[in-house]
């Protein structure tokens, strides 16, 4: 295997991510909700999710570290 074939697992499914990226942009629950087409629960079980993955406390501290990780862009 080359090097530049390598790719680094993502720690976020692609859900998770589009849910990081529209709460990035000041959007409410109800409007990713919305958005995405998912219940508003589901949006908060991504959330959820993520924060645990990510070993957290917050919302805004999971923006913190994913930004920092590069996996959001602002």
Same mark, same amino acid.
């Given at each position: *295997?080359?090097?530049?074939?390598? @790719?680094?697992?993502? +720690?976020?499914? @692609?859900?998770? %991510?589009?849910?990081?990226?529209?709460?990035?942009?000041? @959007?409410?629950? @109800?409007? +990713?909700?919305?958005?995405?087409? +998912?219940?508003?629960?589901?949006?908060?079980?991504? +959330?959820?999710?993520?924060?645990? %993955?990510? !070993?957290? %406390?917050?919302?805004?501290?999971?923006?913190?570290?994913?930004?920092? *990780? !590069?996996?959001? %862009?602002?």
């Amino acid at each position: *295997m080359k090097e530049h074939d390598y @790719k680094p697992k993502q +720690i976020l499914t @692609k859900r998770e %991510k589009e849910v990081f990226e529209l709460l990035v942009q000041d @959007k409410t629950t @109800k409007d +990713i909700a919305d958005e995405l087409f +998912i219940s508003q629960k589901t949006v908060r079980n991504h +959330i959820s999710n993520t924060i645990q %993955k990510l !070993g957290v %406390k917050g919302r805004a501290q999971a923006v913190v570290e994913l930004l920092r *990780m !590069g996996e959001l %862009k602002l």
